[in-house]
């Protein structure tokens, strides 16, 4: 029988024919991919890999400020602290970034989550002012909205957006807070640099470590 030949020949010029459609084989660059690979068609975990030591760490150094003057320009100018220490993101989120350093003591460590967190108190009052992601989980997309040389348009589609935010967090879970020794770091001094998400519901940030430094 030729029934399915026919068919199948069919479909393919069905196909062609219909507008915007395109036969692409198995393994092919993505569309806007150049002959290296690169363009939208990126792999998100390698982007995340390459950008993180030569720009978005100098990036997020050049934009923090510690926390306490932040915390202070951001209750009487939110605009300006905005415009010089964080980054509103219109391609991913409504709430705007900001970048901080943290130099405290930790008061409170959550490990029973698999979303674990640490509370640090940056004016000597005992009482957490930060809260700073320490996973193994690490939520949020801070990282990937903050930045102002990525965006949407440099990925092929929303899903590989999401799977770079994805890689910035699981690079902050492997590289980042990943080696912290989590049962001894309550009444230690530590030093963060990282990004929050500005929300004023929260009464103390959300923090997504870059660096996360325990003193000895």
């Not at 009482?127 to 949020?140: F, H």
């Not at 807070?177 to 940030?205: C, M, Q």
């Amino acid at each position: 029988m030729r029934t399915k030949p026919v068919l199948f020949a069919a479909g393919l010029a069905l196909l062609a024919a219909l507008p915007g459609c395109r036969i692409v084989k198995t393994g092919a660059p993505l569309p806007g991919a150049d002959a290296q690979g690169s363009g939208a068609a990126q792999d998100p975990a390698a982007k995340a890999e390459a950008i993180w030591a030569p720009k978005l760490v100098p990036y997020v150094e050049g934009k923090a400020a510690p926390y306490p003057d932040l915390a202070k320009q951001l209750a009487s100018a939110p605009d300006e602290a905005v415009k010089a220490h964080g980054y509103l993101n219109k391609d991913a989120s409504t709430k705007p970034v900001v970048y901080a350093r943290i130099d405290g003591t930790v008061v409170d460590v959550e490990t029973q989550s698999r979303a674990g967190t640490v509370g640090i108190d940056v004016d000597g009052d005992g009482k957490a002012d930060v809260t700073v992601q320490i996973g193994p989980v690490i939520r949020g997309s801070a990282l990937r909205d903050g930045l102002s040389f990525v965006s949407f348009g440099d990925f092929a589609n929303q899903i590989e957006f999401a799977e770079f935010s994805k890689a910035l967090n699981s690079h902050v879970r492997d590289k980042v807070t990943g080696p912290l020794k989590r049962d001894a770091l309550k009444g230690k001094h530590v030093s963060v640099l990282g990004a929050f998400f500005l929300d004023p519901s929260r009464p103390a940030p959300l923090v997504t470590p870059v660096t996360f430094t325990v003193s000895p």
